[in-house]
Every structure is written in structure tokens, then in C-alpha cells.
């Protein structure tokens, strides 16, 4: 009888013991530690793959070996550079510094790029990250010529720097000067080149773009139309529609992020209180939206017809994860405790095995399930290398906030 009462004590006080266990959530530092373990494995895998495809960069993946490259004329060609720095940032190990440099000499012809908006995507997340961490004097041509080259598209009488160049069908429906949100991004670039040389018609051109963007780009909500075609004559906004998102009028999700990454970053260099606003009210818009999930990874556009069963775009829920990081550092609480509640949302959602990769699988990418152009049928439910490299950006800053705290 007592024999029995024991070992039924010593059951109960197991039951215990482990249902305590088991209804505790992991810290947030224990999922970056575990998840940036992928991320080593992944990324360092894929440069050992690319290592002889001299002037080649990940792009995606169909399946589970496969990588889709691209040379580095594509927009996203710094992402993956810019992945190796942040993990070097993080596990400071000289192998992965020599591949982070290797991989950024890949993108340097791209300082003279003159036909498109994306040098500073290209160069600053690449050159940029690497000159941040180790000061490498010969970077510092490198993104000055860039910024150079990215100014020669501004456009006086309408204030901004134009995205694309025309094509003949683009000029049939009517377009003038495009700009897209993404394009705010590329201001980093030109923001830092202007502390840098001391030039102020770097910041003269950031400043005005932002400015410009602010006033046309966004609607009451402050949610944010992808284009804007401005008037090449007046340098009126006369056009806004849509490119990537559902409709001319829908909120594209991972252009609601360009635009939240950022004004977050524009107040961070220049100060100016307008851009800190702008960036809380695009938080607003974003994290109390009818249609942000529990887990919130954004649907592909915040308006997209199928909603619940819409795809998920892991790009744009970690991009959304860092820039929130960021902006919770000019706030008060409690938008402090809010921004960074679904900042870690985000990141834990993104480290569970619905989205990240088990090492050897997703062609070495981290992430799975963004979406990159729907309406063109590419790169949808795919990996890519930004919803990659802003997951991991996300996690070390988020990590460095932890440890200042
Ligand atoms: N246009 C860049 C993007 O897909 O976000």
C-alpha cells in the first residue's frame, strides 16, 4: 500500500514536473541561438556550392537541392553578401568573413549602374554591411561611386529618383516617372555616402525623395500605393497603381514594409521627427490590420481576395521583424513593448519548421514560403534571398537589444 502511494507521489510530481516544462515557452535568445545554428549551416553550405560560379549570386530555389542564380544586375544580388556579414556579426568567425568578402567583390561592378533604382538595395546591404564591421577603406570608393551613380536619376521637378527606365509598353499606358515605394530603401545608400564625403547633395536627395514619397505615396490609412507616376513636365503625381500588389488600391504587404524599414531608418540619420511619425503610423497600419494573422506573417498583400487562404510572404514578415526592432528603440513605452511583442512574433514564428529550412534542404536558403510576383507567377511560395536576409538582420539586432537591456 505505502509501495503504491510513493510511486504514485513520484508519477504526479513527474506530470508536474514536465507539463510545467512543456507549457513554458523557449526564450527568445534560445530560438535565435538555435535558429542563427541553421542559418550557419545554410548559408555556409550555399557558398560552398557557389564558390566556383565566379560572377554568380543565389537568387531562389525550386526544390531541394536546386539554387536558382543570378548575375549581379539582378536587384537582389547584395542580399545574400549582405546575409554572410550579419553572420559574421554575429559568430565572428574568420571563415565566414573571407566568404563575405568574397561574395561581396561579386556585386562591385554595380557602382556604375545608372539604368535602375536598386544600386543602393545592392551595394548598401553588401558593401555597406561589410564596411560597417570592418572599416575596409577600399569599400569606401566603392559606395561613394555607387551613390554617385544612383543620384544621376534624380529628378528635379518632381523631386525624387526614378525607379525604372521606360520601355515601350510602360510608355503606351501612360508612364512618365515612375517611383515605387521600394525605392525608399535605396536613400540609405546616399544617406551614408553624404557623412561620409561630407557631400550634402547626397542628403539634399534623400531628404527631397523622402519628402516627395511622403506627400504621394501613401493614402489616408497611411497605407502606401507601390507606384507613383509623377508628370515629367509639371512633376505632378498624376498615376498611382500597382505592379506587384492585387489592385491599384490594395496594400501589397512587402511594400507596406519598404515603406515602415524605411522612414524608420531616415529618422534614424537625419533626425527629422516627420519621418519617426510616419514610421509609427505605418506600424499602426500594419500590426492592428483586421488581416495580420495571430503568427503575424502578412498575407502576400493585406487585401488579397482569398484571405484566409491567401499565400503568406515570409519576406515581408521579417522585413516588417527588423524594421519594427529599429523603431522600437526611438519609442516610448509602451509602443516599445509593443513594436518588439510582434517583432518576436515574427522571428518566432519564422525559426518554427513551417517556415525555416531543415540544413540540407530548400536549396540552402533559410527561409521558406515567400512570395515574389504573383502576378507574373514568380518566385511564389518560394525561398528568397531578402525574406533571408532580413530574418537574420531581425534576429542579431534584435539579439544585440537583448544584450544591451
Ligand atoms: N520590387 C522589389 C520587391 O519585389 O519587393
Request: contains cysteine.
Amino acid at each position: 500500500m505505502i509501495k503504491m502511494r510513493i510511486k504514485l507521489i513520484i508519477l504526479l510530481v513527474a506530470v508536474l514536473l514536465s507539463s510545467s516544462t512543456y507549457g513554458k515557452e523557449k526564450s527568445i535568445q534560445k530560438v535565435i541561438k538555435e535558429s542563427m545554428k541553421v542559418v550557419e549551416a545554410q548559408t555556409l553550405s550555399m557558398a560552398d556550392k557557389l564558390k566556383k560560379k565566379k560572377d554568380q549570386l543565389p537568387r531562389s530555389s525550386r526544390g531541394r537541392t536546386d539554387i536558382i542564380t543570378s548575375d549581379s544586375h539582378w536587384w537582389c544580388s547584395g542580399f545574400y553578401p549582405g546575409t554572410l556579414w550579419y553572420l559574421y556579426e554575429y559568430k565572428k568567425k574568420e571563415n565566414i568573413r573571407m566568404w563575405a568578402e568574397m561574395y561581396t567583390d561579386r556585386v562591385e561592378q554595380e557602382k556604375f549602374t545608372t539604368d535602375n533604382h536598386d544600386i543602393g538595395f545592392i551595394l548598401n546591404c553588401s558593401f555597406g554591411n561589410g564596411y560597417r564591421l570592418t572599416k575596409n577603406p577600399r569599400y569606401v570608393e566603392i559606395l561613394t561611386t555607387g551613390a554617385r551613380s544612383l543620384s544621376t536619376r534624380f529628378r528635379p521637378v518632381c523631386g525624387c529618383i526614378q525607379s525604372w527606365d521606360l520601355d515601350e509598353q510602360k510608355r503606351a499606358d501612360g508612364w512618365q516617372i515612375p517611383v515605387i515605394i521600394d525605392n525608399m530603401m535605396n536613400l540609405e545608400l546616399l544617406l551614408w555616402a553624404s557623412k561620409q564625403t561630407g557631400d550634402q547633395s547626397f542628403y539634399n536627395i534623400a531628404v527631397s525623395h523622402a519628402n516627395t514619397t511622403l506627400k504621394n505615396h501613401f493614402r489616408p490609412d497611411f497605407s502606401s500605393y507601390h507606384v507613383v507616376s509623377y508628370d515629367s513636365i509639371s512633376g505632378k503625381a498624376d498615376k498611382r497603381f500597382t505592379f506587384q500588389g492585387y489592385s491599384d488600391e490594395s496594400a501589397w504587404a512587402r511594400g507596406q514594409g519598404w515603406g515602415l524599414y524605411s522612414f524608420t531608418f531616415m529618422y534614424a540619420n537625419t533626425g527629422i521627427k516627420r519621418y519617426l511619425e510616419q514610421a509609427k503610423k505605418i506600424a499602426s497600419f500594419i500590426i492592428y490590420n483586421p488581416n495580420l494573422p495571430a503568427d503575424k506573417i502578412p498575407y502576400w498583400d493585406f487585401n488579397a481576395p482569398d484571405i484566409p487562404k491567401a499565400l503568406r510572404d515570409a519576406s515581408a514578415g521579417a522585413l516588417i521583424a527588423s524594421a519594427l526592432v529599429q523603431l522600437s528603440e526611438f519609442v516610448d513605452e509602451p509602443l516599445r513593448a509593443e513594436y518588439l511583442k510582434v517583432a518576436e512574433t515574427q522571428i518566432r514564428t519564422l525559426s518554427s519548421p513551417v517556415y525555416l529550412a531543415k540544413p540540407g534542404t530548400n536549396g540552402s536558403f533559410i527561409l521558406k514560403h515567400s512570395v515574389g510576383f504573383l502576378n507574373k507567377d514568380s518566385e511564389v511560395d518560394a525561398p528568397l534571398t531578402y525574406a533571408d536576409y532580413y530574418y537574420v538582420e531581425a534576429m542579431v539586432k534584435y539579439n544585440k537589444l537583448l544584450k544591451k537591456k
